[in-house]
């Protein structure tokens, strides 16, 4: 089939709507269900962090796996099946109240995210390429804010019926597997061929490349925290359950038109200082969810995480691409991998460190707001090696 046949607006909002089952539900529903986890189940901030750290453990493992070459050719198949997985490990998480059974269904629904987002990536951004609507990307990622919007209005409605946490993975479940027959009738094929596509070349490794990895490892420690235990903040100070849906909604909403902000900002600034900024404001956002007390903090925490952290991500594997253009997946998988990493060892972190403070978060998140100035300092000084490099480049003689 003619890849140039295929509607590049179709398959962006096919990556919308697959980013929120995904991303936006798969992912961070946990986040506004937790809290009542924690309370009818007697979990600790520990076992909630334990819980959260094996789904970014699955993320990882699924992001290494990803970056073979084992799946060319079966981009299609292997996506939406991760997709139906996600819905259905959020289902199962509904049917125990088992610590051990919640482990390994999260661990395997990171799998299936990771892999979703891989090879989702793989298939929109190819056909977007050759019909060179790349700006269409925005809308590609803003799927995460919009799951985790609709997940928000899913458990204000829960609230209000005074449902279980329980019904709360359940809906998340139903909302999934619409979204499952959405993309399946939307993505009707795999990526677009580029000519001259094979094997990509190892990564050349560079100062700037090693910096920017480094420092999106940090943006994945530093930004979890707050976007794993934002809603159990909300309940700690004292918020109403409905007080908690609305902050989780306003990190949604937030999170929506980011990616075309933030690239708009790219476009003055430059890439890395985008994202050094980016980075700064989520950091006050970070700090502000704790050191200012509701409805103020959390609200203002929610808004700042929400037009950031998103657009962080995609600002990360820009530059990565950029840095490695002959290896854009390799780059790709590897950036996915080190985010993994960070987030993976971010709420295990803030459980220990919740623990020993009474259960307070203030703690972990004052130290992930310092992680996330420090990512910002990082990638600022990869673009000044960068624009060195450049300018030596052009002064050599051809």
């Known amino acids: 089939m003619n890849a140039t046949s295929a509607s590049p607006l179709r398959f962006a909002f096919a990556g919308l709507i697959a980013m929120a089952v995904a991303m936006g539900i798969g992912r961070f529903v946990y986040t506004p269900i937790l809290p009542g986890m924690m309370e009818e189940l007697h979990l ?23 970056a073979g070459g084992w799946a060319h050719g079966r981009e299609r198949p292997i996506m939406l099946a991760s997709l139906a997985a996600s ?10 109240d088992s610590t051990l059974a919640f482990l390994v269904i999260r661990f395997l629904a990171g799998v299936a995210s990771a892999f979703v987002i891989v090879f989702l990536a793989a298939i ?4 977007l390429a050759v019909a060179g609507r790349n700006g269409l990307q925005a809308l590609h990622f803003s799927g995460v804010g919009l799951g985790i919007a609709v997940s928000s209005l899913m458990m204000a409605l829960l609230v209000s019926s005074h449902a279980t946490w329980v019904a709360g993975w359940m809906m998340a479940a139903s909302l999934s597997l619409v979204g499952f027959v959405a993309t399946v009738l939307m993505i009707d094929r795999g990526p677009a061929l580029a000519s001259g596509s094979g094997r990509e070349p190892a990564l050349k490794w560079s100062a700037p490349l090693v910096k920017v990895t480094i420092a999106y490892g940090l943006f994945g420690f530093g930004y979890i925290i707050t976007a794993t235990f934002l809603v159990a903040i909300v309940r700690q100070g004292g918020g109403s359950r409905t007080f908690e849906a609305m902050v989780w909604m306003v990190t949604g909403l937030a999170g929506m038109p980011s990616i075309w902000l933030w690239q708009k900002i ?6 890395y200082i985008a994202y050094a900024l980016a980075s700064l404001v989520e950091a006050v956002g970070v700090t502000a969810s704790v050191a200012m007390s509701l409805p103020i903090g959390p609200l203002l925490g929610g808004f ?11 600002l990360g594997l820009q530059a990565g691409r950029v840095l490695s253009p002959q290896s ?6 590897l950036m996915t991998a080190s985010f993994g990493i960070g987030q993976l060892i971010g709420p295990l972190v803030a459980g220990v460190l919740a623990e020993r403070s009474d259960g307070s ?9 310092v992680i996330l100035v420090i990512s910002a300092v990082i990638v600022w000084s990869a673009g000044r090696n960068a624009k060195q490099q450049a300018q030596e480049e052009a002064r050599s003689p051809t």
Do not use: K
């Open 328 to 333: 854009p997946r390799r780059a790709f998988a």
């Open 304 to 314: 700042f995480l929400g037009c950031t952290f998103i657009a962080i991500t995609a």
């Open 124 to 127: 929109v951004f190819s056909h």
């Open 361 to 369: 978060f203030f703690v972990p998140s004052i130290a992930a707001a």
């Open 266 to 271: 790219a476009g003055r600034t430059g890439l």
């Open 87 to 96: 819905g259905i490990l959020a289902g199962l998480m509904g049917f125990t």
């Open 44 to 66: 600790s901030a520990g076992d909630a962090g334990l819980i959260a750290s094996l789904n970014y453990l699955g993320y990882l493992l699924g992001a290494f796996a990803a």
